[in-house]
């Protein structure tokens, strides 16, 4: 299985901050990369895809970048509505595998 | 608009079986890959299940072999998820989540989401 790490698990950040996420697979994955966004009790909510595609409706502060093993999701300018928790997941091969999630807290 | 909705979980115990579904609306359910997602307590998210399309392939996680089936109603726009065998560890909110591309020979990931149904595992 394709094994996906996440660094920080935690991140503090005020309003305003320039946010990254790293997401690293333990083989090449391609562009084979999607970031999601998740608030308390909701569900996950798609933000890219292939890696640096964003999802439509998703606002021009997020992005994200990399191929092979190496990922970062980028937040321009953090907004009160970014806090929240951010997941990687791969979808190379089977299992889909989702990293352990970043929570970026005030 | 897309919507997602999941019932059927519950408090169940150990060994017990119980049978999850998600009522799709808003696309054509027939044309799109459909997936189980979970997610336990305070933990990150678990692929779980797929099932293509037109039903003809179906995958899963192997802590879940030989226990879950995944399987849908096109005619009922419904995804359902039959649990056997329920451990401890398959406690946790189950999402029912759509694969983005109608027709795809091949999955990819998950543009929508339902509000997920929670699992308690317990005796």
């Known amino acids: 299985d394709i094994q996906m790490t996440q660094s920080p698990s935690t991140l503090s950040a005020s309003v305003g901050d320039r946010v990254t996420i790293t997401c690293r697979a333990s083989?090449?994955?391609?562009?084979?990369l999607a970031w999601y966004q998740q608030k308390p009790g909701k569900a996950p909510k798609l933000l890219i895809y292939?890696?640096?595609n964003l999802e439509s409706g998703v606002p021009s502060r997020f992005s994200g970048s990399g191929s092979g093993t190496e990922f970062t999701l980028t937040i321009s300018s953090l907004q009160p509505d970014d806090f929240a928790t951010y997941h990687c997941?791969?979808?190379?091969?089977?299992?889909?595998?989702f990293g352990q999630g970043t929570k970026v807290e005030i | 608009e897309v919507q997602l909705v999941e019932s059927g979980g519950g408090l169940v115990q150990p060994g017990g079986s119980l049978k999850l579904s998600c009522a799709a609306s808003?696309?054509?359910?027939?044309?799109?890959?459909m997936n189980w997602v979970r997610q336990a307590p305070g933990k990150g998210l678990e692929w779980v299940a797929n099932?293509?399309?037109?039903?003809?392939?179906?995958y899963y996680v192997d802590s879940v072999k030989g226990r879950f089936y995944i399987s849908r109603d096109n005619a009922r726009n419904s995804l359902f998820l039959q649990i056997n065998s329920l451990r401890a560890e398959d406690a946790a909110v189950y999402y029912c989540?759509?694969?983005?591309?109608?027709?795809?020979?091949?999955?990819?990931?998950?543009?929508?989401w339902g509000q997920g149904t929670l699992l308690t595992v317990s005796s």
């Open positions: 989540a759509r694969d983005p591309n109608p027709g795809s020979l091949w999955p990819y990931y998950f543009d929508y």
């Open positions: 083989q090449s994955i391609s562009n084979w």
């Open positions: 808003g696309f054509t359910f027939s044309s799109y890959w």
């Open positions: 099932i293509k399309h037109d039903g003809s392939e179906r």
């Open positions: 292939d890696a640096s």
């Open positions: 997941q791969h979808y190379k091969n089977y299992p889909r595998t």
